[in-house]
Nanobody, 123 residues
């Protein structure tokens, strides 16, 4: 059992930065791959980034590559999403998610989800 709580969202001007955090409860955090998804207004939920159990591997959707960085601190049971050079099209509710047995970009494969945190980027 893993419970996830996102924080760090807010309103930011285009070109600015935000750092999202996802705090996890549970004793086996380090055995889960962690991912970030987002859902913009009127859009379907989409994959953003994923990080492996140890944090040694990560990949991103093309639109955020080079701007966003996912990381994790297993000692703190926390995963982060550092978002730089934000664009209005990044506006969305951001969700963190966890799964066992490796990582993927398919939202249906994730077992645990946070409640989401709103990110709004103004031009």
């Amino acid at each position: 059992q893993v419970q996830l709580v996102e924080s760090g969202g807010g309103l930011v001007q285009a070109g600015g930065s935000l750092r999202l955090s996802c705090a996890a409860s549970g004793r086996t955090f380090s055995t889960y791959a962690m991912a970030w998804f987002r859902q913009g207004p009127g859009k379907e939920r989409e994959f953003v980034a994923v990080i492996s159990l140890s944090g040694s591997s990560a990949f991103y959707t093309t639109s955020v590559k080079g701007r966003f960085t996912i990381s994790r601190d297993n000692a703190k049971n926390t995963v982060y999403l550092q978002m730089n050079s934000l664009k209005p099209e990044d506006t969305a509710v951001y969700y963190c998610a966890a799964k066992k047995n490796g990582y993927s970009d398919y939202d249906g494969s994730y077992e645990y989800w946070g409640q989401g945190t709103q990110v709004t980027v103004s031009s």
